[in-house]
């Protein structure tokens, strides 16, 4: 697959999508068969404008894209316009499918039951967390508020009734995409044949109506989209900075004591996605007192999401350890919420309810953050689809410009990548590289933070 890179960062978003443009113009010279589309929240509320300009010059090709925090290409390591990647590929049979349905699980089974792919891989796009507008994001506040008085004082099977009542809710306001969920519904439309790479967008810094999915040049907002590229050869890749398994959720927990610094042990509460209590205390407060917690109300919460600077980077984290796979899954603490439950992006219900608050170093992994590059297989001009964990920036700061020179070293000029919330993937036995600590359901991986993914076309 050939591809260039256009980038704009004009002010203006009609300013910069005709920016993009005429450099297009200037320096392409195919067809394209695929557009990639890009952008950061310095154009929020203004993406459908873009995207007018856009598909008013390329016609009907296939377009994919969302709102990230950062992107890295031939040129330059950027977090502030936006990108268009043209590719072409007369070999391959690409194909872009989007849907926004009522509900998360429910949009991700409709659009799965439209993917047709027999060989190749399939990259898909949608908010893991999707902040909504002003309005509902007080309807989410007094819902979370309702269900956490209902808790207080009930016996755990009422508990997590109110809990479950609260997911249901997230998932069919589109608040909660649960990445494992996900893509275990497309692996099984796809009889677990063929790799499937979650593009799960989330900003560091999040407010109100973000992220955005982008589809055949229409902002589709809190919905997903797909890529399917049929081609012989394709390769997916996915690793992450951490070391492998267990055979044991008792080995695990054994090699998670080694990688990280163990805080303090709970019995955790929980329903699906909702954390309800640690040792009887709700979730925030029961680690209040070993970490540094700021306390948010609901109009100090909605402030900050209206400014765009509610920052959600925690370097404190939360083990669950898998029951079925002896995986484990990490969870930033935080003060996200004005109210004691605790919501987020992933079903834990095969995970142990003995959890453990730890603080990860991670000196020494900075390289580990694009390990994926080490296991390409042609490395002779393909093009490199890359997703690397915007955790980078918060661990390493400045120092993750470097990766523009590594990267462009390892990949020579024909590659693309995001600097987003750490991809997920379904990868069948032949793509597995090793036991990843990760597995959260057979063949599938997903943490919150560490890992990367590439597809080499």
Known sequence: MESITLFSNKRNPVTAAGDIIEQARMRVDFKPDLALFYATLKYNGKYQSMLDILHEEYGDIPQIGATVDGMIYPDDLRADGAA???CKD???RIRVDGVKEKGAVESAEKLAKKIKCEKGAILLHFPL???????????????GMYYSKQCRGKNQEK???????FADYCNR?????LPPTILSIFARYTDYKIPIIGMNAMHTQVRFNSPHIFCNFEDIEDGIAALTIEKEGINAVYDDIFPDKGRTVEETRRIVSDEFTVIREFKANFEKNVLISMDGIPSVK???DLIYVSEKNDEESLRHLDKGDFKLYRPYELLFFNKKTNGAFILGMGSYFPFDLFPFFMDVSDYSEDVILAYEAIHGKFDAFISSLNHLKYNNGRFVYLLIDVGVVAAFGEKALEYKNKIKIILNGNYFGILSIAPSAYIPPGFKLRNYLSESSKNTFFMSAGTNACLEV
Request: net charge positive.
């Open 84 to 86: 268009l990647v043209l």
């Open 129 to 143: 967390v999707h902040v909504p507008g002003a309005f509902k994001s007080s309807e989410f506040y007094a819902r």
């Open 173 to 177: 306001e589109n608040i909660f995409y």
């Open 159 to 165: 508990q997590k009734e109110y809990a479950r009542k």
């Open 286 to 288: 029961a680690v209040k």
């Open 90 to 92: 007369a070999d391959a």
